[in-house]
């Protein structure tokens, strides 16, 4: 029987990872087997460091109150149902296994319909979010919003006056959230170049190595070392104009991040704490990954268990209000959902609304306060990390997905192995009609 193309690369796949070392599999740990922050992120060592957020510097998210246990109504059908995508076939489970998943949970009703775990991960161990840490920051500026304490419409640098003056100060907040500030900036996660300012800022976010800004006495030294220091250093980017086209741009998100911490007096992982993190029933505590300067770094940062990952899913599947309280902003939350003409032209005139780019995204209506959001009138979005990092929300069937990964490649749009994925939850949703 013929192969379908999803098992051909099952089988490459699995056959890869069982030919290569094992990540810290011994003590001591052999040379070939040793993590380092230059390899962190390429498989096979990504399977351990994606579970170990404390490899970089790290403060803590502590959970509180009682653990809120998630009932259960296991479907055995769900891993094995069948998915479709551009005319190949694979059930659930091997389209997950295929894109190097480390656990998928799904909620149907609030109750776990199927959860695995592969590779040696498990439900209590924590894993990174990546940029998925985006969308809970967005909900968590609509709190301070909602009380008032930031509006939208008003420029950023009213709320933090260090950036007065720069291009990223004169944006409003708005701009920010959608990511349309155009700043001259390119999200690029493979070709670093040296002096780029893509790559100066991965450096300052200490997602590879910067062993000369680690060394800087800021007593005796200006360089920018962390990422408040280099934020205002962004220019704007001169072939675009604000508020015209979607650009995935990861500094707009640590704007955000300061602007909360500046308003609420907090720092960011002591407002989520408070805000959320006691207040979900979380089974663990979460880490917030820093820069060396200890800034959580707002764009990437977050570390949970699966569990309660989806439980941030069911909190935004009930417009906020999750364990017998209104935990984000129920305003928010559906303005969220909610796409504006203008909003959705900003995503149509993107790279992932360009059919003939291989970052073309069927699935992407609109982008609003860091949420993928796929269907405004359903309600259906993800929170989307590098690697394979998803949430996968769908208000209409009160249904969450959750997924946890460390891919053979960051960018998930442009990684074959990912597009499967996405299917897959289009499926499941489809099979709870």
Known sequence: MRKTLFNFLLVLWVGTVAAAPVAMDSLPVKPENQVTLS???????????????????????PRGGAIVSLPTAINADVAAMSVSYQGETATVRDVMKNDGTDGVIVLKDGKVVYEEYFGGFGAHDQHMWFSSTKSIVAQAVGLLVEQGKVAVNENIAHYIPELIGTHLGQRSVREALNMVTAVDYTENYVNFKPGAVSTEYFRRLGLMPAYDLMALDPKESDTPRGILDFV???EANPELKASHTFEYQSPNVDVIGWLIARVSGLSLNKFMAKNLWEKIGAEHDAIFGTDIEYTPIATGGFSSSLR?????GLVMVNNGYYNGQQIFSESWVKDTFKLSDA?????NRSVYKDKASAAYDPWLEGYKNFLWVHDSEKRIATFRGVFGQHLYINQERNLVIATFSSAKS???ILRETNKPRLAAFDSIAESFE
């Open 39 to 61: 390899n962190w992120t390429a498989q096979p060592y990504n399977h351990w460091s994606f579970r170990n957020g404390a490899i970089h510097s790290s403060v803590m998210v």
């Open 232 to 234: 205002p250093l962004f």
């Open 308 to 312: 309660d990952f989806a439980k941030v």
């Open 343 to 347: 909003e959705r032209l900003h995503t």
């Open 410 to 412: 960051a960018s998930n």
